[in-house]
């Protein structure tokens, strides 16, 4: 099933599968054999954060699982409480030593947190630990055109990637455009809309009856063909299984506008702007 993951090419040359595995909220026990689950069932790109306090776990079950470091590429993400220059480099350095790692294949900053006005300096740190080798990628995620802009002018460094809420009632157009302007691959966070997942939606679901999918499969082939990398998280194998079997069918462009069209103005699952947003 891996071999079978189409790619998309990151503005610094390297890659990331076209789907991932998203690990918030897996713990202990339970957590370490659901993502252990995930990348024997094919999973290759596993997203985890400081703030999801599980990267030992995830660590664990890369160890578990018996594939090779480098068939793996593990991402996760600076708090808010790690902003500052020093903060954000320590910040780094624990989440590998959680991990039991010596590198992360891609770093984000969580949340640009404005008020406190130091993503900046994170920033600037994130590209000293990729001149380092610490880590191979560098990104953020739910920046705004504005936030992109002044770390891409302030340092001369664009992201590789920007991970923003992206699901059918909130699609992102405008955001999804300029990280195409400035070249960042777009992923998706809670990209079936979690408890809000539009299952029973018309687009969707007429789209999974024709198709001989389910709904879940439907809107994760929508992200797909948006060009956007989702992040789906399951602890059930057969559900991890369906969330990664989403390429051996094609939506048309009428399904997928129609489905693009359920987008709502109040679609955020619970408020996050990250202009007011805040995650320490």
């Known amino acids: ?18 789907i991932g595995f998203g690990t918030y909220p897996l713990k202990d026990e339970d957590g370490i054999e659901a993502v252990r689950s995930a990348i024997e069932n094919g999973y290759r790109l596993i997203d985890t954060a ?5 990267e030992r776990e995830v660590g664990e079950a890369i160890r578990r699982s018996g594939v090779p470091r480098d068939q793996l590429q593990v991402a996760s993400k600076i708090p808010g409480r790690d902003h500052g220059y020093d903060d954000a480099i320590a910040s780094v350095h624990g989440s590998l030593e959680r991990l039991g ?24 740190a994130l590209v000293d630990l990729r001149e380092q080798g610490l880590v191979r990628s560098i990104g ?8 992109l802009e002044r770390i891409i002018d302030e340092t001369g460094v664009t992201p590789a990637v920007n991970q923003v809420e992206l699901h059918p009632y909130f699609p992102q157009s405008v955001m999804r455009d300029v990280n195409t302007k400035y070249g960042i691959q777009t992923e998706s966070w809670s990209p079936l809309g979690k408890r809000q997942a539009p299952f029973s939606e018309p687009p969707v679901a007429e789209a999974a009856e024709k198709h001989g999918v389910t709904p879940g499969q439907v809107i994760l082939r929508w992200q797909v ?11 059930t194998p057969e559900r991890q299984r369906q969330n ?9 462009d009428d399904e997928v506008a129609a489905i ?8 955020r699952l619970f408020g996050g702007d990250p202009d007011t947003h805040e995650e320490m």
């Open 1 to 18: 099933m891996a071999s079978d993951i189409p790619t998309h090419t990151l503005n610094d040359g390297h890659t990331l599968p076209a």
């Open 50 to 54: 400081v703030n999801y306090e599980n």
């Open 260 to 267: 693009t069209a359920l987008g709502r103005p109040t679609g």
């Open 140 to 147: 953020v995620s739910n920046f705004t055109p504005e936030h």
């Open 225 to 235: 063909q948006l060009g956007s990398i989702p992040i789906p998280k399951s602890a």
């Open 101 to 124: 790692l010596d590198y992360l294949d891609l770093h984000l900053i969580h949340w640009p947190n404005p008020r406190i006005g130091q993503y900046v300096e994170a920033w600037r």
């Open 244 to 252: 990664l079997d989403v390429f051996g069918f094609e939506l048309s």
